[in-house]
T-cell receptor, first 115, second 111 residues
Framework: DQQVKQNSPSLSVQEGRISILNCDYTNSMFDYFLWYKKYPAEGPTFLIS?????DKNEDGRFTVFLNKSAKHLSLHIVPSQPGDSAVYFC??????????????FGKGTKLTVNP | DADVTQTPRNRITKTGKRIMLECSQT?????MYWYRQDPGLGLQLIYY???????NKGEISDGYSVSRQAQAKFSLSLESAIPNQTALYFC??????????FGPGTRLLVL
């Protein structure tokens, strides 16, 4: 049962435009959400996160929105740059009860930003 | 120098062979993790360790074992490799679960 879903395996946008990457989740016990970016031949790198008690977090060109009622979050990149071309993973953290913290990852969305 | 290093970066082995993947970190974190990524799939947690004496199974631990030799070292072993363990393996470290730092990955092919 996939608890974190990224339904779009790929997304292509023009440089300068907005990129919107979406993520849905099913487990209401997730208390923290993260986005990671991965370039080929490299490990994922942390990009931005949001606590479940917030609905928006912004860091430069990157903004993450959380809609708890819809169990949906999205990553907005404005303006998109060719260097943003990568695979983006959505991840969610299960709560800390019992010390069993762990991250659950989506399958990733490959973003291509065309010059 | 990289904060998280993995050796080897690439490995080809045969079915039934024992293989060890090693991970070292210089960030001084207590928490270390091993993940597996298959094509088209997300990262799946194999094992994690919150300190040297604390080892926990993840989602897909069958067929794998780990050893936390020191705070900075966390190795993953495949006791008897099988072809469906062909994947990209990532080690990660972190102080807070919210932010994990990943190694560059080890690409493993089991023939």
């Amino acid at each position: 049962d996939q608890q974190v879903k990224q339904n779009s395996p790929s997304l292509s946008v023009q440089e300068g435009r907005i990129s919107i990457l979406n993520c849905d989740y099913t487990n209401s016990m997730f208390d923290y959400f993260l986005w990671y970016k991965k370039y080929p031949a490299e490990g994922p790198t942390f990009l931005i996160s949001i606590s479940s008690i917030k609905d928006k977090n912004e860091d430069g060109r990157f903004t993450v929105f959380l809609n708890k009622s819809a169990k949906h979050l999205s990553l907005h990149i404005v303006p998109s740059q060719p260097g943003d071309s990568a695979v983006y993973f959505c991840a969610a953290r299960l709560g800390t009860q019992g010390g069993s913290e762990k991250l659950v990852f989506g399958k990733g969305t490959k973003l291509t930003v065309n010059p | 120098d990289a904060d998280v290093t993995q050796t080897p970066r690439n490995r080809i082995t045969k079915t039934g062979k024992r293989i060890m993947l090693e991970c070292s970190q210089t960030k001084g974190h207590d928490r270390m993790y091993w993940y597996r990524q298959d094509p088209g799939l997300g990262l799946q947690l194999i094992y994690y360790s919150f300190d040297v004496k604390d080892i926990n199974k993840g989602e897909i631990s069958d067929g794998y074992s780990v050893s936390r030799q020191a705070q900075a070292k966390f190795s993953l072993s495949l006791e008897s490799a099988i072809p469906n363990q062909t994947a990209l393996y990532f080690c990660a470290t972190g102080d807070l679960l919210e932010t994990q730092y990943f190694g560059p990955g080890t690409r493993l092919l089991v023939l």
